[in-house]
């Protein structure tokens, strides 16, 4: 294990590199990989031991824990107050071993499913108990579980609950049973209604965006790395109408589309940023295993937010007002956008894949002692608020705050969504003791 300490910003900051196996189900054969998490404390308390432990799991899949700025995160700004807390790169992201085209590009299709297959929420349970044990002296985690982390949640519950005290979960409050197309059909309402609060609130971009397909239509449009801007790929922008400011982002991309270019050429600024965002340079892993979060035992997910899409024409690239896609991975992705090609047959041979181990214990979350308290938000466009509300009902010891004041990342925007969790977990007893 490495480690290397360092003060920043009114913060103690501890940096740990542990090696954890490849595989958690042969790990004396399987060859290592690298796990890194930060540790974050007030350096007032620095010397405190006995501050609890806050694990934050990151959402997702395939995101980075978020770089400790508490100007830019005020949940960290309150959690600083009361707890350690552990910024975790899951496996495959960040400074922890990481997955990209350059090592997927040297594996056979079945290759690459297996290996991604080993970058599951179970995968990262086992390395949080090993991080928990090993750097932790195996005192129990809080975990705050933020969208994609309140299903990591869900599994922890399921396959180590007495490594936890207590557990936040923000928008991730998964279906325990539901598949990927029911998930799709839910979200895909969810994206019909972002639409229309979209076009509501900027009628004038209407217009606008009908310039931008003809132009797309009419001409090959490259952006900067020399992919096509196709109208499929430019419809994949909605994925960010879900969040608090996403409408707003959108409106002001929009708005730059032809500026200081020809009336019928797209500016530079508007394709870096079309880009940027629509890239997956970051993050390739997000695109690559989205759908196999919903894999269940006996059931491919064979490309569902494909076949969602397909049931009607509401999404196709002729309709006006053009309507915008969420978070959805379109096999056609990973033919058109570069970062993502060299994953493509690990993709398909992905969502053909029927032998998913089960992530959740009914049983087991039926009979849960862990407190867990959860902010479900009313309008969410990415975790359906139907599929919390049973899982809510299905995990005991449950909790939830259902409220339509914030988006789905409602923790990022706001003090008051942690702080909230934090004061009904305090009013239902607090955390469990070691």
């Given at each position: 294990?490495?480690?290397?300490?360092?003060?920043?910003?009114?913060?103690?900051?501890?940096?740990?590199?542990?090696?954890?196996p490849?595989?958690?189900r042969?790990p004396?054969?399987?060859?290592?990989?690298?796990?890194?998490?930060?540790?974050?404390?007030?350096?007032?308390?620095?010397?405190?031991?006995?501050?609890?432990l806050?694990l934050?799991?990151?959402?997702?899949?395939?995101?980075?824990?978020?770089?400790?700025?508490?100007?830019?995160?005020?949940?960290?700004?309150?959690a600083?107050?009361?707890?350690?807390?552990?910024?975790l790169?899951?496996?495959?992201?960040?400074?922890?071993?990481?997955?990209?085209r350059?090592?997927?590009?040297?594996?056979?299709?079945?290759?690459g499913?297996?290996?991604?297959?080993?970058?599951?929420?179970?995968?990262?349970?086992?390395?949080?108990?090993?991080?928990?044990?090993?750097?932790?002296?195996?005192?129990r985690?809080?975990?705050?579980g933020?969208?994609?982390?309140?299903?990591?949640?869900?599994?922890?519950?399921?396959?180590?609950?007495?490594?936890?005290?207590?557990?936040?979960?923000?928008?991730?409050?998964a279906?325990?049973?539901?598949?990927?197309?029911?998930?799709?059909?839910?979200t895909?309402?969810?994206?019909?209604?972002?639409?229309?609060?979209?076009?509501?609130?900027?009628?004038?971009?209407?217009?606008?965006i009908?310039?931008?397909?003809?132009?797309?239509?009419?001409?090959?449009?490259?952006?900067?790395?020399?992919?096509?801007?196709?109208?499929?790929?430019?419809?994949?922008?909605?994925?960010?109408?879900?969040?608090?400011?996403?409408?707003?982002q959108?409106?002001?991309?929009?708005?730059?589309?032809?500026?200081?270019?020809?009336?019928?050429?797209?500016?530079?600024?508007?394709?870096?940023?079309?880009?940027?965002?629509?890239?997956?340079?970051?993050?390739?892993?997000?695109?690559?295993?989205?759908?196999?979060?919903?894999?269940?035992?006996?059931?491919?997910?064979?490309?569902?937010?494909?076949?969602?899409?397909?049931?009607?024409?509401?999404?196709?690239?002729?309709?006006?007002?053009?309507?915008?896609?969420?978070?959805?991975m379109?096999?056609?992705?990973?033919?058109?956008?570069?970062?993502?090609?060299?994953?493509?047959?690990?993709?398909?041979?992905?969502?053909?894949?029927?032998?998913?181990?089960?992530?959740?214990?009914?049983?087991?979350?039926?009979?849960?002692?862990?407190?867990?308290?959860?902010?479900?938000y009313?309008?969410?466009?990415y975790?359906?608020?139907?599929?919390?509300?049973?899982?809510?009902?299905?995990v005991?010891?449950?909790?939830?705050?259902?409220?339509?004041?914030?988006?789905?990342d409602?923790?990022?925007?706001?003090?008051?969504?942690?702080?909230?969790?934090?004061?009904?977990?305090?009013d239902?007893?607090?955390?469990?003791?070691?």
């Amino acid at each position: 294990m490495q480690t290397h300490q360092y003060q920043m910003k009114g913060m103690l900051i501890t940096d740990y590199q542990l090696a954890v196996p490849l595989d958690w189900r042969t790990p004396d054969k399987a060859p290592t990989i690298t796990l890194f998490a930060r540790e974050v404390v007030a350096s007032t308390q620095a010397h405190n031991e006995a501050l609890p432990l806050l694990l934050f799991l990151q959402g997702g899949p395939g995101g980075k824990s978020p770089r400790p700025m508490p100007d830019s995160l005020p949940w960290l700004i309150e959690a600083l107050k009361t707890h350690r807390v552990i910024l975790l790169d899951q496996r495959g992201t960040g400074r922890s071993s990481r997955i990209d085209r350059h090592l997927i590009s040297r594996m056979t299709a079945e290759e690459g499913r297996d290996y991604l297959l080993k970058f599951r929420a179970d995968s990262i349970v086992a390395d949080c108990e090993h991080l928990r044990k090993t750097v932790y002296s195996g005192r129990r985690f809080e975990t705050l579980g933020q969208s994609y982390g309140g299903f990591i949640t869900l599994v922890y519950l399921s396959k180590a609950p007495e490594g936890l005290a207590a557990c936040y979960i923000t928008g991730g409050l998964a279906g325990l049973e539901a598949n990927a197309q029911q998930v799709y059909q839910l979200t895909t309402e969810r994206l019909i209604e972002k639409n229309q609060a979209y076009y509501t609130r900027y009628p004038e971009d209407t217009h606008t965006i009908e310039n931008i397909v003809q132009v797309l239509c009419k001409d090959k449009v490259l952006l900067p790395d020399g992919d096509q801007l196709t109208v499929e790929r430019f419809q994949t922008l909605g994925i960010g109408l879900g969040m608090g400011p996403g409408i707003d982002q959108f409106h002001w991309l929009i708005d730059e589309a032809f500026a200081g270019s020809h009336p019928d050429t797209l500016s530079d600024t508007f394709l870096e940023q079309v880009m940027h965002l629509t890239s997956y340079y970051e993050g390739p892993l997000f695109a690559v295993i989205h759908e196999s979060i919903y894999g269940r035992p006996n059931e491919a997910t064979n490309w569902a937010a494909q076949q969602v899409r397909q049931q009607d024409n509401t999404f196709d690239t002729t309709q006006t007002p053009l309507m915008f896609t969420g978070e959805m991975m379109y096999p056609w992705m990973f033919d058109q956008i570069t970062s993502l090609r060299p994953f493509k047959e690990a993709a398909n041979a992905l969502a053909a894949y029927k032998s998913y181990a089960p992530l959740y214990d009914l049983d087991k979350l039926a009979n849960n002692k862990v407190p867990v308290v959860a902010a479900v938000y009313y309008n969410d466009m990415y975790v359906p608020r139907e599929l919390s509300l049973k899982t809510a009902k299905q995990v005991a010891n449950t909790q939830v705050w259902l409220t339509n004041s914030y988006e789905h990342d409602g923790v990022r925007q706001s003090s008051e969504v942690f702080c909230t969790l934090q004061k009904m977990l305090k009013d239902n007893g607090g955390p469990l003791v070691d």
